[in-house]
């Protein structure tokens, strides 16, 4: 990770998706996904206009939903989510969902 700092805090927990490069704070690098923010989707449960999904953190059981828009924005199939939520992970920081490979 880079060691550009602001206020001792990390730029990359400032903002998630970007970082600044060391040698210029003019240069972003995008994007700056990181595998600790991906949290294996746990169940999911059909609302009036979208979809929540579960996961586990720390043993304890969060929540975030969807609705159907995002849903189609993200390529993710609504049926599959909610029958196979277990083959999807979740980026809690992007609110996006991904297909495990």
């Known amino acids: 990770m880079p060691s550009s700092t602001l206020w001792s805090v990390p730029l990359y927990q400032i903002h998630p998706f970007f970082y600044l490069n060391d ?35 720390k043993e304890e059981k969060k929540y975030d939903s969807f609705n159907y828009s995002e849903l189609i924005d993200m390529k993710i199939n609504a049926l599959d989510l909610l029958d196979h939520p277990k083959s999807y992970k979740i980026d809690v920081t992007g609110h996006k969902l991904i297909v495990k490979k």
């Open 23 to 57: 040698s210029s704070f003019d240069m972003f690098i995008y994007p700056n996904y990181r595998s600790e923010s991906m949290n294996d989707i746990i169940g999911s449960k059909k609302m009036e206009n979208g979809i929540v999904v579960f996961w586990m953190e």
